[in-house]
């Protein structure tokens, strides 16, 4: 059988062994050993990931290395993704998602890469676990690849009792008396303080949190920083999406969390994403003008943990989910 649409190419210029096998077999590769044939490949196929290290590439007279260097560079600019040889081999499935969700293509739902978003704040209220749930049940229906909510609060266990239904909790999982509930085809775990300090010293619970980790490609841990697990899921993150709303005192701790927060981030190279929820004027707008999302105050959507609330902030998370989400309602698809 013959595809209608062509995949996008990669760009392999890297003598790695076993690299090029590395590559899904259906994705069109095109190697190059010098520093042109680097050049030529990225003007003419246009790949969307280009695995390079410029220093294996033997270098030719019109071509300086730096040269080639400040091409990638701008091309990066333009969505390019651009991985060193050794970190592709390790994980080219994952990178590969990468690059064709920068380019907003729909396959790319088929290899989304693994994220780890610690949603947080010292504020109350703010909405936290509402857009948790929300980014796990649209995530959930958009890929069927799964989405996890992790709760780590203090006192009783929100998630429970909001979701209704037998829930069992993480505490119940570790030790073997459950499996986790399913809500909008998400996997829920909700947790108590109490179960949370009981789990802290617990063997078992860096086996399960890796294998719910590997089993969706979003886990969401909605954690409170004094939980007893808070080191630990903080240790687990990829991504951090502190959560306001536009009131001063919530700001003002806002940015008391993003300054205790900062060194941990800058060290571990984590991404940091601030939203601010609530948002119901236009003074509140600018209010929250650094937020890298806004989303209007509304009751209904809130409870319908509605998809509107959702793909900003998974967009955040996954460069390119608002365009693959645009592609499929048959706007901006020029293969058909
Ligand atoms: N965009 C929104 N517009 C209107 N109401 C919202 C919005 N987002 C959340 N809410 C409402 O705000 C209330 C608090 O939300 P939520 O429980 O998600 O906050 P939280 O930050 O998790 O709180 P806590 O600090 O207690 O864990 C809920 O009633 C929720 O429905
Ligand atoms: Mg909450």
């Given at each position: 059988m013959f595809r209608k649409k062509k995949r996008p190419y990669l760009l392999i210029a890297s003598r790695a062994p076993g690299i090029?096998?590395?590559?899904?077999?259906?994705?069109?590769?095109r190697e190059a050993v010098s520093?042109?044939?680097?050049?030529?490949?990225?003007?003419?196929?246009?790949?969307?990931?280009?695995?390079?290290?410029?220093?294996?590439?033997?270098?030719?007279?019109?071509?300086p290395r730096e040269a080639l260097e400040r091409t990638l560079a701008a091309l990066q600019e333009d969505g390019l993704l651009v991985v060193p040889p050794a970190d592709f081999l390790t994980e080219?499935?994952?990178?590969?998602?990468?690059?064709?969700?920068?380019t907003g293509l729909r396959e790319g739902v088929r290899?989304?890469?693994?994220?780890?978003?610690?949603?947080?704040?010292?504020?109350?209220?703010?909405?936290?676990?509402?857009?948790?749930?929300?980014?796990?049940?649209?995530?959930?229906?958009?890929?069927?690849?799964?989405?996890?909510?992790?709760?780590?609060?203090?006192?009783?266990?929100?998630?429970?009792?909001?979701?209704?239904?037998?829930?069992?909790?993480?505490?119940?999982?570790?030790?073997?008396?459950?499996?986790?509930?399913?809500?909008?085809?998400?996997?829920?775990?909700?947790?108590?303080g109490r179960e949370a300090q009981a789990l802290a010293d617990d063997p078992r619970l860096p086996a399960v949190l890796d294998?719910?980790?590997?089993?969706?490609?979003?886990?969401?841990y909605d954690a409170f920083p004094s939980n007893p697990l808070w080191r630990i899921v903080l240790?687990?993150?990829?991504?951090?999406?502190?959560?306001?709303?536009?009131?001063?005192?919530?700001?003002?701790?806002?940015?008391?969390?993003?300054?205790?927060?900062?060194?941990?981030?800058?060290?571990?190279?984590l991404r940091l994403h601030l939203a601010a929820?609530?948002?119901?004027?236009?003074?509140?707008?600018?209010?929250?003008?650094?937020a890298a999302v806004r989303l209007a105050y509304s009751e209904r959507l809130a409870q319908e943990y509605a998809a509107s609330l959702a793909d900003p902030l998974l967009n955040l998370l996954y460069p390119g989910w608002e365009q693959m989400r645009g592609k499929k309602n048959g706007k901006g698809r020029k293969n058909r």
């Amino acid at each position: 059988m013959f595809r209608k649409k062509k995949r996008p190419y990669l760009l392999i210029a890297s003598r790695a062994p076993g690299i090029v096998d590395a590559v899904p077999e259906e994705y069109p590769v095109r190697e190059a050993v010098s520093t042109r044939g680097a050049a030529q490949a990225l003007n003419e196929v246009r790949p969307i990931l280009a695995v390079v290290d410029t220093n294996e590439l033997t270098e030719t007279a019109d071509l300086p290395r730096e040269a080639l260097e400040r091409t990638l560079a701008a091309l990066q600019e333009d969505g390019l993704l651009v991985v060193p040889p050794a970190d592709f081999l390790t994980e080219p499935e994952r990178w590969l998602g990468e690059a064709l969700l920068r380019t907003g293509l729909r396959e790319g739902v088929r290899l989304m890469p693994p994220r780890v978003v610690l949603v947080t704040n010292y504020v109350g209220g703010v909405g936290k676990t509402t857009l948790s749930l929300a980014m796990a049940k649209r995530f959930a229906e958009q890929t069927r690849l799964g989405a996890a909510v992790v709760e780590a609060g203090i006192g009783g266990s929100v998630l429970a009792t909001r979701l209704g239904g037998e829930r069992p909790s993480l505490y119940e999982i570790v030790t073997g008396q459950a499996k986790a509930s399913s809500w909008n085809g998400a996997d829920v775990y909700p947790m108590s303080g109490r179960e949370a300090q009981a789990l802290a010293d617990d063997p078992r619970l860096p086996a399960v949190l890796d294998a719910v980790q590997r089993a969706h490609p979003l886990t969401v841990y909605d954690a409170f920083p004094s939980n007893p697990l808070w080191r630990i899921v903080l240790g687990r993150a990829t991504d951090i999406l502190l959560v306001t709303d536009p009131r001063d005192e919530a700001v003002a701790q806002t940015e008391s969390m993003f300054r205790d927060l900062q060194p941990y981030i800058e060290e571990r190279g984590l991404r940091l994403h601030l939203a601010a929820n609530k948002v119901r004027t236009w003074g509140e707008k600018v209010a929250v003008s650094d937020a890298a999302v806004r989303l209007a105050y509304s009751e209904r959507l809130a409870q319908e943990y509605a998809a509107s609330l959702a793909d900003p902030l998974l967009n955040l998370l996954y460069p390119g989910w608002e365009q693959m989400r645009g592609k499929k309602n048959g706007k901006g698809r020029k293969n058909r």
